[in-house]
């Protein structure tokens, strides 16, 4: 039964009736988009008339302004969007169109969706509907039907409008619908999106003008030559992109590289009239000793320049984000380039980044929520003139993603606070293109650039991209007209010099490090590498916001790096460790990015915002990072991964952190966590967060912060910790035996009198193991770890814990047998007790504790550790109260029968045998909940509680 609604039923008949004038090649696109397409995107439940009253470039449906370049147009018809980022395009072509065989239309939208990074997109004529996945590059030659995922004509609308709607609907595209049909829609081979496209075609220009520099410039440095890569290949890139936008007249570029020799001559005239007109700093020869004067091939320049025009290019740049492009240099910055003894370039991964297994990219929805949570918090409600005092700043900002994020943000709330103040009282801030449209002017956005965003990191190549990335947004919905005019009302150039914005530097060592050392002991290479930054400095670092306090705003992703003697020198170490309490033990760079971003922040309500390993959470070796960030701050909220962020073996949380030097007000601070952030929890419009205060994370052991404790489970939580004995106060806790050669020490027979037998992790069961397989020689190696006392192996009954699993999977082995390392052992002198303690291991009270507490987020390999088995809260026997006696010698007796009927239930040989088994083990296991339920005293609430987990 289909629910296509009033609306399609009419648009379909109206199209059927006139069939013949629609096909007409005098019935136009525009007439189209009236009459039909519009009114079935509303249908959708899309905003297409803009009821809203949303600015033009925060509708949920944007219609394109073509931009006529070259000849033909340049953006699709429909942009449709979900809280300001693109989802999918829509081409609309009149029905006389074929669109299923005619192979233009289909590359035109493919060509569009790819470059913008989309999964998918739709070309319609209302006569048909196909939808395209666009994530893999498409060819000029490629048939309509290439990567055309669904195809329907107007007469299957109302029988498959559910279909349509559980895919393109706004409510669909809100809940996740889309993003899931488009991960169907996904080749699992031959995909090729368009930033490792254009990774690969910047990677080869980079190789094609080092090698050629190097060969034509003998006397070029290694700095001097990644440096002249970098900025010709910037330019580049930066007038390309102006071109596709209509900004640059179109085709200049290839028609110098094309038309000329000597090409780089020509390109060094052209790059200074760019100056001229941008004074950006992207140009500027003045402080650029080394490009004006290289001498490279026009066979190189020509190869770079034709590449990226059609038919050879299948980029679309007008509609490739700057988000996009710094996904591209991120990884373009994992590389760099080196000199041979003989002068020849060479191309070589980073060491750093090599060892990390690639270079990681920020996903734009964390980059999202991190600044709405940050720089929307300290922003909300006040006016631009207020917001001109806010300071953001990310201290490692590779390609700049997170400050593009932040201009981004900035820049859409000042827009929408002029429309909604009298907007015709802020001329010279906005201008009005259309009826009730009206966009900032470039030298507002010059203004909140300037004022607002921050940035420092220690690569020179990755500042001049962030510089780059800034400026880019700085000229989106900007025109040549829009241009022009402004040169003509203003002296200075159209886009800002952002060098007291964006420095390089290393945000965690000071001009300080060089005090007790004879400067003359540290060639250039040294310092280079470790690049020295003053904060203080008025100039060369930020002296005048740290002298008003500090920063309103840290952002980012810092390095996730162990730091230890093979990959740091000894004079780093040591003054990390002199200036970071973070530094101690185990350095990772994370943990000195967050204490060195607190302290960059001003003393009362300014936030923190990062992404970093959920390590931070609750690993043992800094709980004095988190007592301080708490004495410091209060914790807003913590949101972890509920997949991996990265393809790297790393789980992340989102931490946002927000000063607060009033002691009072951070113990009561109500914190919100979620162990369920992905992309869709970001765009939901509802999310869903637990709660609890502050002061309870200081009542847990380490100060660990625990994300799954909330004001529904806490008190619960609190008493079974504070009441109750625990399992490492009362029981022998050990790992089992490693001999660091298995070859040497397993033997599948008793070779010798010390040989013994033994289990593994793999043969512990809940309430049954397995009998050994395997023996072991009982003589402990130089080079063994774990326990190999005899007491341990040789006890003739003990608990057995396998180590390995998102909790402890126990059962008791009534004979002296010895253990692997992947199995921890509980001995107690009285058989009973451990039957007892079994019992309530196995529990579902203790799967409850164990969740709330001890819960790693690791999808592989989840591990039980001594640690956590020691928290496990055992409840104290008075042996002189009947009553609880009584309870203890009935939990025994219960776990007694579960030991015999697992046993009966693994050698039984018969289905129904099994059946039998099974049932009766349910009715036990119920039996034993409910008494540990009634030793732990938990009210029906409680177990309600304990139930759901």
Not at 283 to 311: E, H, N, R, W
Not at 617 to 624: A, D, E, F, R
């Amino acid at each position: 039964m289909t629910n296509a609604p009033e609306i399609i039923r009419e648009l379909v008949e109206q199209f059927e009736t006139n069939l013949r004038a629609y096909k007409s090649p005098t019935y136009k696109e525009e007439q189209l988009k009236h009459e039909f397409l519009n009114k079935f995107f509303k249908a959708l439940g899309w905003d297409v008339y803009n009821e809203k009253n949303a600015a033009p470039q925060h509708r949920d449906v944007i219609f394109e302004d073509s931009i006529k370049i070259g000849g033909g147009t340049k953006a699709p018809d429909y942009c449709f969007t979900l809280a300001g980022k693109r989802m999918f395009f829509v081409e609309a072509k009149k029905p006389s169109v074929d669109i299923k065989k005619d192979i233009h239309p289909a590359f035109q939208l493919r060509r569009y969706a790819w470059s913008a990074k989309l999964p998918l997109s739709i070309l319609t004529d209302f006569e048909e509907f196909a939808v395209y996945e666009t994530r893999t590059r498409p060819q000029k030659e490629d048939k309509a039907g290439t990567g055309r995922v669904m195809y329907l004509t107007y007469k299957d609308y109302i029988d498959q409008w559910d279909e349509i709607a559980s895919r393109f609907s706004y409510d669909a595209v809100v809940q996740g619908y889309f993003d899931r049909f488009a991960e169907t829609t996904e080749k699992k081979r031959g995909t090729q999106e368009v930033d490792s496209e254009f990774l690969k075609e910047i990677e080869s220009w980079r190789e094609l003008l080092a090698k050629n520099i190097a060969l034509r410039n003998p006397d070029v440095s290694i700095y001097e030559l990644n440096y002249a890569v970098q900025k010709i290949i910037d330019r580049i890139i930066f007038l390309r992109i102006c071109e596709d936008r209509g900004i640059e007249p179109y085709g200049q570029l290839q028609t110098k590289a094309v038309e000329s020799t000597d090409v780089y001559t020509h390109l060094r005239n052209h790059f200074r009239l760019a100056e001229s007109k941008y004074n950006s700093g992207i140009f500027d020869f003045d402080s650029d000793g080394i490009t004006p004067s290289l001498t490279i091939d026009d066979k190189v320049l020509k190869t770079i320049i034709q590449a990226l025009y059609y038919p050879k290019s299948p980029y679309e740049f007008s509609v490739l984000g700057v988000e996009i492009l710094g996904n591209v240099y991120e990884q373009f910055l994992g590389k760099v380039i080196r000199l041979t003894a003989g002068h020849q370039a060479k191309v070589e991964t980073k060491p750093e980044v090599k060892k990390a297994g690639g270079v990681y990219y920020t996903p734009q929805y964390i980059v999202e929520y991190i600044v709405e949570n940050t720089v929307g918090k300290s922003i909300a409600g006040k006016t631009p003139e207020e917001i001109a005092e806010i300071k953001v700043l990310d201290p490692a900002c590779g390609s700049g993603s997170f400050l593009i994020g932040a201009y981004t943000y900035l820049l859409r709330y000042h827009l929408d606070w002029y429309v909604s103040n009298k907007p015709k009282k802020h001329k010279g801030k906005m201008f009005q293109a259309k009826e009730n449209e009206w966009y900032l002017t470039t030298a507002e956005k010059k203004r909140i650039l300037l004022n607002n965003i921050f940035g420092v990191d220690i690569d020179p190549q990755a500042v001049e991209v962030t510089k780059l990335s800034l400026l880019l947004k700085v000229l989106e919905h900007e025109s040549r007209e829009s241009i022009d005019q402004q040169m003509k009302l203003r002296l200075e150039g159209v886009l800002p010099n952002l060098e007291d914005n964006i420095k390089c530097g290393n945000s965690l060592i000071g001009p300080e490090y060089y005090e007790q050392q004879q400067e003359t002991l540290f060639d250039e290479e040294e310092m280079r590498r470790v690049n020295v930054f003053d904060w203080e400095d008025e100039r060369k670092g930020f002296g005048g916001i740290m002298r008003k306090g500090g920063f309103d705003c840290v952002v980012g992703n810092p390095p996730y790096r162990m730091l230890q003697p093979h990959n740091t020198t000894s004079d780093i170490l040591d003054y990390l460790r002199q200036h970071f309490f973070a530094a101690d033990f185990k350095i990772d760079f994370f943990h000195i990015f967050l204490q060195k971003g607190v302290s960059l922040l001003l003393e009362e309500n300014a936030f923190l915002g990062f992404i970093v390993p959920v390590t931070l959470l609750n690993n043992v070796y800094i709980k004095s990072l988190r007592h301080w960030l708490t004495d410091k701050c209060c914790i807003d909220s913590i949101s972890v991964a509920n997949n991996k962020v990265f393809t790297a073996d790393v789980h992340t949380c989102v931490v946002v952190l927000r000063t607060e030097p009033d002691v009072q007000k951070r113990g009561n601070n109500e914190i919100h966590t979620t162990v369920d952030f992905n992309k869709s929890f970001v765009y939901q419009n509802n999310q869903s967060f637990y709660r609890t205060t502050q002061t309870d994370f200081f009542r847990l052991p380490g100060y660990v912060w625990n994300v799954l404790i909330n004001n529904e489970n806490s008190q619960l939580i609190f008493r079974m910790i504070e009441n109750n004995e625990h399992l490492g106060e009362i029981g022998k806790i050990n790992r089992g035996l490693i001999t660091g050669n298995r070859k040497k020490y397993f033997s599948k027979v008793k070779q010798s009198g010390l040989h013994v037998p033994i289990i593994a992790g793999a043969d512990v069961f809940r309430y049954f193991s397995n009998q050994p397989s395997e023996f072991v020689l009982f003589d402990r190696p130089p080079s063994a770890g774990g326990c190999w006392d005899k007491e341990v192996h040789h006890a003739p009954h003990k608990i057995v814990i396998r180590q390995i699993g998102h909790k402890p999977t126990a059962s008791l082995i009534q004979q002296p047998l010895a253990v692997t390392g992947n199995i921890f052992t509980i001995r107690f002198d009285n058989l009973n007790q451990e039957m007892f303690v079994l019992g309530i291991i196995n529990s579902k009270l203790i799967k409850f504790f164990w969740k709330i507490m001890f819960t790693d987020f690791k999808t592989s390999f989840p591990q039980v550790t001594i640690f956590s088995l020691s928290q496990i809260p055992i409840c104290k026997i008075d042996f002189s109260n009947p009553a609880e006696k009584a309870q203890h010698d009935k939990l025994v007796a219960l776990v007694e029968s579960m030991l015999e009927l697992q046993k009966k239930y693994h050698d039984a040989r018969m289905d129904q045998d099994k059946e039998l088994y099974e049932r009766q083990i349910k009715m036990v296991d119920a039996q034993i909940d409910k008494l540990v339920y009634d030793l732990y005293g938990l009210t029906e609430e409680e177990v309600k509680v304990v139930e759901t987990y």
